[in-house]
C-alpha cells in the first residue's frame, strides 16, 4: 500500500467515525471512548494483577486509561481528526505498516477492569486494527481487581477470574453469577478442569462464527450480549453444532429461537400472571384470537402413579379436565418418560398423534419442554415449574404459602405450648415463602410460637425427634391433591399429636390441579392465552386461592372455634382482603423485611431466601441435602446459581 492508498483509508475511518459519532449522539449516548480513571473515581478497588502478554479481543477494547485526547477517537476508537492533522499522518503510517509483511507488531499497553480494556499506549494502533476489522490484538494488560461487594456484575466478574484460570479465554464476559459453571456443563467441562490448546482454538473459533451470525441478525439491538444468547442456544443445540451447520443453517437456528432472546434479554423477562387471565369479551374477541373450540391436550410424567404421589395428583387432574370438560377435550398421558430421549419421543408422539396442549408435569423435564417447543412452535407447552425466562414454554405452579398462612394460625391455636414443628420440602423458590407464611400465622394465634424447621430433603426422621422433645403439632409437607387418605394417615398437612403418640389431623394445604388445568384450558380456549402471547415475555402462572387451584381440607376433628377462623381466613385470602405478609416483619438476623407499611411484590415472595425471627432452623445448603433430591434443587434451588454445574457433554 503506498501513502495515497493509506490516506484514502483514513478518509474511509474518518467518514465512518462521523457516522458513528452522530448516530451516539442522536441516541443519546457518549460518543466518546470511556475513561478508566473517571470510572474508578470513588469506587474503591482492590489490589492490580499483572496478566502479562496476551491477544485480547479487540472489540472489549472500549476505552482508555486517561481523558487525554479522547475526543479524537469515537466510542468505537474510529478517528474523528482532520485528514491534515499530525493524528491522521501517524495512523496513515500505521495503516502502510499494518499492510506490509512486517504488519503492527508491537504490542499496546493497557489495564483491564471487570472484563473490559482501557488502553493506555496504542490507541492508533487500536483504531487501525478495529478499521480493517481483525478480531485480536497483543496487549501487555494490567489487572484491576473490584472489590468483592456482593454485587451480581462483581460476583460475576470473581467467578470470571476462577473460569479464566484454566480456560485462559477473555471473550466469554457474563454478568449474571453462575453463567460461567452453566456454560462449562454444556461444553462438557469441570470447573477447574484445564483447557488444551485445541479445545482454546475450538471454542474461540466457534463462538466468533456465533458471534458473527447473532450480529448479521442485528443481535445489538437486543440487550443481550453474545455469549448470552450462545448460553442459550446451548439449552436447545450441542456446542458441536457450531462446526457443522453452515452459516444459512445457524442464521436458523437463531431465528427460531430470536423470541426467547428477546425475552431473556429484557429487565423482567418473566410476566407473573396471578390469576387466571382474562379474554377479550364477545364474538369479536374470538375472532381476533382465533380461540379453538376443541382441545387435544397431551401429560408427559416423568415417573408412574403407583411410584409417585405427585404424578397421581396430576393425573387426577387430568381426569377431573375431561369430567368437567367433556367432548370439548380430550387427553393422552405418557408415563415414565425419565430421560431426556423418553421426553422427547412421548412429545413426538403425542404432536404425531394431534396433541394442541402438552404440559410436562415435573421440573426436570423443562429442558426437553423448551426443546419440543422450538421444534414445534404452533404447540401450546407448559411446564410445571417456575422462573424459566422462556417466551416459548409457560410455566406453572401455585401460591401453597397462601394455605400455609392457614395452616399456621391452626397449628399456633391447637399447640399446647410455644413450639410448633415443621417439615419443609425442598430449598427451592416459594418454600422460604411458605415456612414465613406458616410462622406468621401461628403468631396470628399465639404471639409466643416459634416454629421448629427440619426438611424432608435432609437425613433423619424429623417427626421421631418432634415427638421425642414435646412438640404436639407437626405441619408437615403439602398434599398433592384432596384425596381423604393423605390426611388420615397424617403423612402430610398439620396434625396434632395424640396422648398415645397418634397422630390425629388438623388440616392440609392441598393442589387442586384439576382446577388449574381446567383454568389453563378455558384461556386457551376463549383466547386469553393470545392476549398474553403478544408482549414476548414469558409467563408463569402463579395462581393461588383466589383462582380455585389452592386450597385447605379441614379435619372434622378440628375445634368449632378454629375451624370458623380458618374458614374466615380462607375467604379473606380468596378476596385478597388479607395478606400474610402485609405485616411488621423481622428475619432472624433482626433485619426489618417489612415494616408493616406495604405488601410484597410476588418476585419478592417468590425469591424470598431469608425466614422470619420466629423460625428456628435454616435453609440448607446444596450439600447437606439428600442425592435423590437434588435434581429438583438444581432446577428450582433458591441457592441455584451457586449450585455447581453438572456435566452435559465433551467439546
Known sequence: MNRTEAFDEYARALRAGQREYKELVSAGREPYPKVLDEILTDIPTGSTQNVGLVEIPIDQIVGTRTGGRIWAFTAGFLPLLDADSEFATKWVNLCMANLSDEGIRD?????????????????????????????????????ILPVQDGSPRVKSYHEFLEFYKSAGIYNVQYQRPGDYQRLLSALGKEPGEEWTDREKLTFTAYFQYFREAFSA????????????????????????????????????????????????????????????????????GRIITAAPERLSVAFIHQLDCERSGWIRAHDEGREYLEDVMGSAVTTQSYFNCATTDQASDAIDEAVEKGAQVIFTTTP??????????????????????????????????????????????????????????????????????????????????????????RWSCQPGSPVADFIKSGIRVISNREVPSQDQIYMDFCNYGTYQVCEDNSLSPLGSPCWLWGKFYENVVRSIMSGAWDVSRNERRAVNYWWGMDSGVVDVRLSEKLPEGVRVLAELLQKGLRSGTIDPFYRHITAQDGTVMNDGSRTFTPDEILRMDWLCQNVEGRIPRFDEILPISRAMVRELGVYKDEIPAEKETSM
Not at 477492569?113 to 486494527?129: A, T
Not at 448470552?228 to 437456528?253: H, I, M, N, R
Open 364 to 453: 426436570q423435564l423443562g429442558r426437553v419442554t423448551l426443546q419440543a417447543a422450538i421444534k414445534y412452535p404452533k404447540i401450546r407447552f407448559l411446564n410445571c415449574s417456575v422462573d424459566i425466562p422462556y417466551s416459548s414454554i409457560r410455566t406453572y405452579y401455585s401460591r401453597m404459602y397462601e394455605a400455609k398462612f392457614i395452616t399456621g394460625a391452626i397449628a399456633g391455636a391447637m399447640a399446647r405450648g410455644d413450639r410448633i414443628g415443621y417439615i419443609a420440602s425442598y430449598p427451592i423458590f416459594g418454600e422460604p415463602a411458605s415456612i414465613n407464611a406458616f410462622a406468621l400465622g401461628a403468631q396470628l394465634t399465639n404471639p409466643r410460637a416459634k416454629i421448629d424447621l
Open 217 to 284: 441478525l442485528n443481535g445489538q439491538m437486543l440487550d443481550l450480549k453474545a455469549e448470552e444468547a450462545l448460553l442459550f442456544w446451548l439449552q436447545v443445540y450441542p456446542f458441536q453444532d457450531l462446526g457443522k451447520l453452515s452459516t444459512e443453517e445457524l442464521k436458523k437456528t437463531l431465528t427460531a429461537i430470536w423470541e426467547d432472546l428477546t425475552s431473556i434479554s429484557q429487565p423482567e423477562p418473566v410476566k407473573m400472571e396471578l390469576s387466571t387471565p382474562k379474554a377479550k369479551s364477545g364474538i369479536l
Open 107 to 143: 504490542p499496546i499497553v493497557c489495564f483491564e477492569y471487570l472484563g473490559e480494556f482501557f488502553v493506555q499506549e496504542g490507541n492508533k494502533r487500536v483504531s487501525v486494527l478495529k478499521h480493517f476489522g481483525a478480531a485480536r490484538i497483543a496487549a501487555n494488560v494490567t489487572r
